[in-house]
């Protein structure tokens, strides 16, 4: 009979304990959700007074039912989908999209609305991830170092892009 190195699938597991493992400290650096600014809810409003109009001449209790439920399923959607960005001492979270913070270079803030116009049209390298939002102006981009990565880098809507360079940065 020849010993196998590998363990059958019943073999009994050497008790672990929580001292066996160092706790990882991850603490939270920075955190923004870009929720919708206030002149969105104008936008929600009108699209409600809209869905008002078409549904009044049916039945008015109809079109302001109709209206209450489209103003309350824009908001909802808006709120539930805003990105949000996270930094902490190991991470960096924009949206979706997450990497390790070892594999971020230099991150450059943009304020001026011609350089945020610049970076995001002519400037645009389409291998970027982009993630930007209809109701915040400033972008931050973050170049990424990992070198199994092709994107070169991110390019993310923020209202503190001068914070969040200054984080990345340190």
Known sequence: MTQDNNPSPHAPVENTSAQDFPAV??????????NPAWWMWLLFL???LSVLIALAPIAMWLGIVGALLAVAICA?????RATAIVVTDHDLQVGRARIERRFVGLVEPFTDPQEIRQVRGPQLDARAYMNFSASVGPICRI???DPVDPT??????TRRPALLAEILNG
């Open 76 to 80: 909802v959607v808006a709120y539930t």
């Open 46 to 48: 009108g699209f409600g």
């Open 143 to 145: 170049e990424i170092t």
């Open 152 to 157: 070169p880098y991110w390019l993310a809507s």
């Open 25 to 34: 400290e991850n603490t939270v650096l920075y955190h923004e959700r870009l």
